[in-house]
Structure formats: structure tokens, C-alpha cells
Nanobody, 124 residues
Framework: QVQLVESGGGLVQAGGSLRLSCAAS????????MGWFRQAPGKEREFGAA????????YYANSVKGRFTISRDNAKNMVYLQLNSLKPEDTAVYFC?????????????????WGQGTQVTVSS
């Protein structure tokens, strides 16, 4: 059983940056593929980024590619999401997720463990 706790959200102006962190506990962190999703009010939860268990492969949604960077530190049981060049449409609750084998990363149903989320608000 893996527990995930996100932090680092906040209010930022358009064009600014934030770094989200996700602390994992209760499992063998290094075997999990880790991901970040986001959910805006009235919208479905959408995939943002994923990183495989040893960090050898990363995947991004087109909407964040080139602006967001996912990374992990297996020694610290941490995964990060660096958000740069933020836009008002990036405003959402950001969730950390974990799965041993998520298959289609875009499908939220394929991820077995979730954090409680952290709010990111981008003002114009």
C-alpha cells in the first residue's frame, strides 16, 4: 500500500514557475511508475506526465510538453513536477499517482494510488 502526499502548489502569475513535490511511503517506491494528473473545476482528471521506475523514460501530455518536467529521486521516495511558463489554463488541482504497470498512462483508471492533490492557480 502506497501513500502519496503532494505539496508545492500555490498562486502564481502567468509566465511564472512552481515546483510540485510528491512524497511516497508504505511501498517499494522504485518499482512504481509515477505520474502527475490535474483536474480543473467541471472537467475530467487529465494526464500530465509520467516517469518510469528508474527514470529512464518520461512521457508528457501535449498540453504541457516543453513546459513541465517530471523527475524522481528513488533514494528519497520523491517525485517532482517542475512547472514553467505557466498559463491560466494550467489552473487545476494537481494529483500525484503511482502504479506498478499503468499501461495506457492517459487513463486515470489505470493508476492504483493517488494523493490528495495540491491546488495550482495561475493568474493572468
Amino acid at each position: 500500500q502506497v501513500q502519496l502526499v503532494e505539496s508545492g502548489g500555490g498562486l502564481v502569475q502567468a509566465g511564472g514557475s512552481l515546483r510540485l513535490s510528491c512524497a511516497a511511503s508504505g511501498g517499494t517506491f522504485s518499482i512504481y511508475t509515477m505520474g502527475w494528473f490535474r483536474q480543473a473545476p467541471g472537467k475530467e482528471r487529465e494526464f500530465g506526465a509520467a516517469i518510469t521506475w528508474y527514470g529512464s523514460n518520461t512521457y508528457y501530455a501535449n498540453s504541457v510538453k516543453g513546459r513541465f518536467t517530471i523527475s524522481r529521486d528513488n533514494a528519497k521516495n520523491m517525485v517532482y513536477l517542475q512547472l514553467n511558463s505557466l498559463k491560466p489554463e494550467d489552473t487545476a488541482v494537481y494529483f500525484c499517482a503511482a502504479s506498478v504497470a499503468p499501461g495506457n498512462y492517459y487513463n486515470a483508471n489505470n493508476w492504483g494510488y493517488w494523493g490528495q492533490g495540491t491546488q495550482v492557480t495561475v493568474s493572468s
